[in-house]
């Protein structure tokens, strides 16, 4: 296994692009820090589900030609010829494709329970206290998609890198093994100070300075670095 090489500076530049057009967005807006807090919820849904998706397309485009890499995790699949391997396994990844999706559906309705107490915006109906916890999932989700989607093409794009992962497998659950829930937990504990804070210093401009700074957090905290498995390299080990 070797070690993740430095993120590029390509990656580097996207995130600083996607920070000034979101933050340009947020003051032009003039997003409410409980908007804000939803859009980061918004899109770190579409960032999970993209994980998901990319992985099992590619799962599904690569299983022949990865062959051996299974061979190897997997000995009792030798025998089957690469042709019928690649079709077999359309079935198992789109089931835990669904499984994946699902489970990240219900971890974000759990969290968007927390945000109607703690982040109530209106409508009340979808988005208050009574109104999410009674509202169907997708019906807030797309209300938000068609308000914020500049948020999720800005974080999609800032992690474009996430989804070219050659390992497919460990990207449906790279949502958890990335820092992107570290960058949500530092906002949450940061909201209550840089509130305080900015409204000590700026008072009615309180709100949009705090969302820059936490767009900021959002976009340009480096990302984590950690060891992964790369297909090519396992498949020179095992000719």
Request: proline share 5%; hydrophobic share 55%.
């Amino acid at each position: 296994m070797k070690q993740l090489s430095e993120t590029p500076a390509k990656f580097y530049l996207i995130s600083f692009v996607s920070f000034f057009i979101t933050a340009y967005l947020a003051v032009v807006q003039k997003w409410s820090v409980q908007e804000f807090c939803w859009c980061v919820w918004l899109a770190g849904l579409f960032y999970s589900w993209t994980c998901v998706v990319t992985a099992a397309i590619q799962i599904m485009l690569t299983a022949g030609t990865n062959k051996k890499y299974y061979d190897a995790e997997a000995p009792f699949i030798q025998s089957i010829s690469p042709e019928v391997f690649a079709l077999a396994i359309i079935p198992v990844t789109l089931l835990a494709g669904f499984v994946a999706l699902y489970i990240y559906c219900w971890l974000f309705s759990f969290y968007g329970l927390f945000l109607s107490v703690f982040a109530e915006m209106p409508p009340l109906d979808l988005f208050g206290r009574n109104g999410f916890i009674n509202s169907d999932f997708f019906t807030p989700v797309t209300y938000l998609a068609e308000r914020y989607w500049p948020m999720i093409a800005a974080t999609l794009i800032a992690n474009a890198d996430d989804f070219m992962r050659r390992q497919a497998w460990e990207r449906i659950v790279l949502p958890f093994r990335d820092n992107q829930i570290l960058r949500i937990h530092i906002m949450t504990l940061a909201l209550p100070f840089l509130m305080m804070l900015t409204w000590a210093l700026f008072r009615d401009a309180y709100q949009q300075l705090t969302i820059v700074i936490l767009i900021g957090i959002f976009f340009l905290i480096p990302k984590k670095q950690f060891r992964r498995k790369n297909i090519a390299d396992h498949d020179s080990e095992h000719p």
